[in-house]
């Protein structure tokens, strides 16, 4: 299987481009058969390049091609976690992949953009739970594992009212839990 015949196969490439994650297929040599868009996008943001592929993607795919004389075709996931000079933050995942249309396995490759995917995450829970448009802020940023200090600075708000917020979001979801009991 080709980049041609990938991409001749509608309904396969129109799932792949609707993936929020980065989708990559690469043959044995490490080739790029496939990129979807955010795969592009998420390689172009590790290699400031656009037709590179990250040093971190291909030796998870290296690590996952020597795997096979251990444990043959036994299903395994190699993952890594690599961060760009913009401190983001992206997991690699790599795995065998088995088409009909392919004479020899190729490897599938997913990067996460690890922010994008916590900002998914803060978006579903602040309409789950009914938040303010400050308070989803606040959130995400919490989610995002930052101090209430540095949620303050980046905010322009005080750490007092950061609290308050915080405060009033886990208000609202223990209510919001309490409310499946």
């Known amino acids: 299987m080709n980049m041609n015949s990938l991409e001749n196969n509608h309904f396969l490439t129109s799932i792949l481009e609707g993936f929020v994650d980065g989708i990559l297929i690469l043959n044995l040599q490490s080739d790029l058969v496939y990129a979807n868009t955010p795969g592009t996008r998420i390689c172009q943001h590790l290699t400031h390049s656009e037709n590179t592929l990250p040093d971190e993607v291909l030796r998870s795919c290296d690590a996952l091609i020597e795997s096979r004389e251990l444990y043959g075709d036994r299903p395994l996931v190699i993952e890594s976690e690599v961060t760009n000079d913009q401190s983001q933050t992206f997991r690699i995942r790599v795995q065998w992949l088995k088409l009909d249309d392919l004479q020899q396995p190729s490897l599938l490759v997913r990067l996460e953009d690890q922010q994008q995917g916590l900002q998914s995450l803060a978006v579903t829970e602040a309409?789950?739970?009914?938040?303010?448009?400050?308070?989803?802020?606040?959130?995400?940023?919490?989610?995002?594992?930052?101090?209430?200090?540095?949620?303050?600075?980046?905010?322009?708000?005080?750490?007092?009212?950061?609290?308050?917020?915080?405060?009033?979001?886990?208000?609202?979801?223990?209510a919001h839990q309490e409310s499946w009991c």
């Open 127 to 174: 309409k789950k739970y009914g938040l303010t448009p400050r308070e989803a802020e606040v959130w995400f940023l919490k989610r995002c594992n930052l101090p209430r200090k540095e949620i303050a600075a980046r905010l322009y708000i005080t750490i007092d009212t950061v609290k308050k917020h915080l405060g009033n979001i886990q208000s609202k979801k223990q």
